[in-house]
């Protein structure tokens, strides 16, 4: 293990050129589904964290 920081520095420089070249930006309709998806995911645990917590309330 080399704990030189400049190594670490450069070898992160290095990784970050990579995922930057590999990368694209999404068209619209690739961020549009994601979002949704993301949006259901968060209010379907918004719903359940609601109800477990209703659920709790009425035990205690």
């Avoid at 970050?16 to 068209?27: A, E, L, N």
């Amino acid at each position: 293990m080399n704990l030189n920081p400049i190594t670490g520095i450069k070898r992160f420089y290095e990784e970050s050129k990579h995922i930057m070249s590999v990368s694209y930006k999404p068209t619209h309709d690739e961020f549009m589904r994601t979002l949704k998806i993301v949006l259901l995911g968060i209010l379907i645990l918004g719903v359940m964290g609601f109800i477990i917590a209703l659920i709790l309330q009425l035990i205690v």
